[in-house]
């Protein structure tokens, strides 16, 4: 609108933090509605619903880390919440009992054991990891029938409130479709993905059988190679207190900030080395790029035609993004926008 403008306009000569509440954004749904404001040329744009409360607190956290600290009150603790997906009996339970090195949880050999997600908080170094133990539910009357599949529905409610992803993956069975639809599920929901690889012990100096894996591992989930893998033991706990250093790089990782000057700048030099090709419609040209968000990193683009962002191009973006802005293990996000006028 003409007057947001004038607003606008009037409060960048002052100079003062400035944020752009973008309201009646009821839910995820329509937060497209929200990159419109960034042609106002603020990059703090919150999509939010004074009505039902959505987005509010993302806003509110943002003003927060602008004031000057308060005398006495303690900053507030990191918190990061992963949930724990996989088949039936890959060993979930077991690991986040390792994890908390003790019997919390009911475990057993029994696949469908873990009946609901169970969240579990533990802390550690200033953070609070949340674990969220996802159920490998499976049909009723075909607990002996051995198959692969797990609770999509149950492994996405998880995945929609966590901020990592960790895809557990039996040693001996590899990776299957499943696991590798998840993942990318997760990724493309701006999850972080973090692939655990249990009961690593049942593979100890079987180098045929590692070397199969490691090849089910990057065949099947190519479309996510970003995401770090770890062997570990639940059961020997091997390698299990790495998963803390990873969660917590991972997240900082994705959590990144990165100023408008250095988007530019990559987006500039990743455009030059390969140009858009010229279609029918046109070709393709990016005025400018700014980080919209985080968790996951999100860029705005402002091209003259959105449409003429192909797939392809998105993910040599996504990838080369990746690499020049030094967040190799983070899923990114891109939006064209149409420049105006
Ligand atoms: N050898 C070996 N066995 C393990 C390991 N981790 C778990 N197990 C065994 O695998 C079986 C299943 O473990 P759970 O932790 O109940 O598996 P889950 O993934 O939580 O299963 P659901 O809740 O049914 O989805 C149990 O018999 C565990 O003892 C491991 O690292 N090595
Ligand atoms: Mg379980």
Redesign the pocket.
């Known amino acids: 609108m003409p007057a947001d403008r004038d607003v606008a306009e009037r409060l960048r000569i002052k100079n003062k933090n400035i944020f752009i509440a973008a309201n009646k954004i009821d839910g995820p749904e329509l937060e497209h509605l929200m990159w419109d404001f960034y042609s106002l040329g603020m990059e703090k744009v919150f999509p939010v619903s004074a009505l039902h409360g959505y987005g509010i607190t993302s806003l509110v956290e943002e003003i927060a880390k602008t004031l000057p600290d308060a005398e006495g009150i303690e900053p507030q603790e990191r918190r990061i919440s992963a949930a724990i997906i996989?088949k039936?009996?890959?060993?979930?339970?077991?690991?986040i009992n390792r994890i908390l090195e003790d019997e919390r949880l009911i475990?057993?050999?029994?696949?469908?054991?873990?009946r609901d997600s169970v969240d579990i908080s533990i802390k550690s170094q200033g953070t609070e990891f949340i674990f969220i133990?996802t159920?490998?539910i499976r049909k009723k009357g075909r607990v002996k029938d051995k198959i692969e599949k797990f609770s999509v529905a149950k492994a996405l409610e998880s995945i929609g409130r966590c901020d990592i992803a960790v895809i557990?993956i039996d040693a001996e069975e590899g990776v299957s479709e499943q696991d590798a639809r998840i993942a990318s599920l997760a990724a493309s929901d701006g999850k972080g993905v973090i692939v655990a690889v249990?009961?690593?012990?049942?593979i100890d100096g079987k180098k045929d059988q590692i070397k199969r894996l490691k090849d089910s591992l990057s065949f099947q989930l190519r479309f996510v190679s970003f995401a770090p893998s770890i062997f570990l033991?639940?059961?020997?706990g091997k390698g299990v207190r790495k998963i803390f250093y990873l969660l917590s790089s991972l997240y900082s990782e994705i959590s990144t900030r990165i100023s408008t000057a250095s988007v530019n700048k990559a987006v500039e030099e990743i455009v030059s080395q390969h140009p858009p090709v010229h279609s029918g419609k046109g070709s393709l040209k990016i005025s400018y790029a700014t980080q919209a968000g985080i968790r996951p990193p999100t860029f705005v683009l402002f091209v003259n035609k959105p449409d003429l962002m192909t797939a392809s191009y998105e993910r040599y973006l996504i990838n080369r993004l990746r690499e020049q802005l030094k967040l190799p293990h983070s899923p990114i996000k891109i939006v064209a926008r149409e420049k105006r006028k």
């Open positions: 996989g039936p009996n890959v060993g979930k339970s077991s690991l475990v057993s050999e029994l696949p469908g054991t873990t133990d159920a490998g557990v249990n009961k690593s012990d049942l033991s639940a059961m020997t």
